[in-house]
């Protein structure tokens, strides 16, 4: 059973940074954390659900989406099984509710649909 949750959210004024956690457990397929693809998602009110960074775990590649390029930063820290997204010069389009997924290796590591695992989420709050 995998569970991810989430923390680092907040309120903040434009031009600051956050920087979000995820912290992982269980095992997907009998893989550990080490071995799959993590990705921050996130969501605005009557808005769809946006892929913004996506890490491979195994090889420690990393993915952005293109609105989000050269502001977000994502890694992970596989000894603590933590995933991390820093935000940097934030802007009120920021605003929305931050998910961690998780999943095997994806063709598509961008889209929610591809991904099993979700956690609760953490709000952002810009202004």
């Known amino acids: 059973h995998v569970q991810l949750v989430e923390s680092g959210g907040g309120s903040v004024q434009a031009g600051g940074s956050l920087r979000l956690s995820c912290v992982a457990s269980g095992y997907i397929d009998g893989y550990r954390f080490e071995d799959r693809c993590m990705g921050w998602f996130r969501q605005a009110p009557g808005k769809a659900r946006e892929g913004v960074a996506v890490?491979?775990?195994?090889?420690?590649?990393?993915y952005y989406a293109d609105s989000v390029k050269g502001r977000f930063a994502i890694w992970q820290d596989n000894a603590k099984a933590t995933e991390y997204l820093e935000i940097n010069y934030l802007r009120p389009e920021d605003t929305a509710m931050y998910y961690c997924a998780a999943d095997l290796l994806l063709m598509r590591p961008l889209e929610a649909s591809e991904y099993q695992y979700w956690g609760q989420g953490t709000q952002v709050t810009v202004s």
């Open positions: 890490v491979y775990t195994g090889a420690g590649s990393s």
